[in-house]
């Protein structure tokens, strides 16, 4: 992040009214959410669930499936909110806001990012068959958000076609929601944004657990 925001900020003007940095602080929280949340659901629970055979452990005792499913996703929640308080710390120790307390909402909003990308991994968790398959997830899903969803540059610089695609993505959603609190201002449709989250995680979660249930009796 300081890397590019310093060394691309210095030959960029001001970027979406505010200065590179700033731009590119405010996606980095949603983007490092999001890859925490995700690796967290992936790679840690495909872990327990196969290599480690944590998950047998666990059923033995008097809890269900339900119950090892939910740990995940809020163990996934957790996690992806330190990445993102890491993140805000750095923008808080920069001096890269517009108001300090207006940022304090943006960790209810990385809360919510980890929910929607921790459901929606535990997906490809259900049907991956070994860790290799998760290049499939990271290729063709997460790039694609972080190019596409206005981590690096606004995306109303992308053809018109590509922005209405953009705007269905959670990323998306989730940096409409970070980069306004950034520079002190509140989000446009906090409803919808949040809405839009939260959907993609509750969703992604029962999908999940349905698909991890079949998995197991097979």
Not at 115 to 129: D, K, Q, T, Y
Not at 143 to 152: A, D, E, I, K, N
Not at 183 to 193: E, K, R, T, W
Request: aromatic share 12%; net charge neutral.
């Amino acid at each position: 992040m300081l890397g590019l925001g310093y060394g691309l900020g210095s030959l960029l003007p001001d970027v979406g009214g505010m200065p590179y940095l700033t731009f590119l602080a405010a996606g980095t929280v949603a983007y490092s959410t999001m890859n925490a949340a995700t690796f967290e659901v992936l790679y840690s629970s495909f872990s327990r669930m196969h290599v480690q055979r944590t998950w047998d452990a666990i059923l033995n005792a008097p809890l269900t499936l339900d119950d090892v499913m939910l740990g995940e996703l809020t163990w996934a929640v957790a996690k992806s909110l330190l990445s993102g308080l890491a993140i805000l710390a750095v923008i808080w120790g920069l001096g890269l806001y517009g108001d300090f307390w207006m940022t304090l909402w943006i960790i209810p909003v990385v809360a919510l990012v980890g929910f929607c990308f921790g459901g929606m991994g535990l997906v490809m968790n259900a049907v991956s068959p070994s860790y290799d398959f998760f290049l499939y997830y990271f290729t063709l899903v997460i790039t694609p958000m972080v190019l596409l969803c206005g981590v690096f540059f606004p995306v109303s610089q992308l053809p018109l076609p590509v922005q209405s695609v953009s705007a269905w993505l959670p990323l998306t959603h989730a940096i409409d929601l970070a980069r306004p609190l950034v520079v002190g201002s509140m989000p446009d449709n906090i409803a919808l944004h949040a809405a839009a989250l939260l959907v993609y995680g509750s969703l992604g979660y029962v999908v999940a657990l349905a698909l991890t249930r079949r998995r197991l009796l097979k």
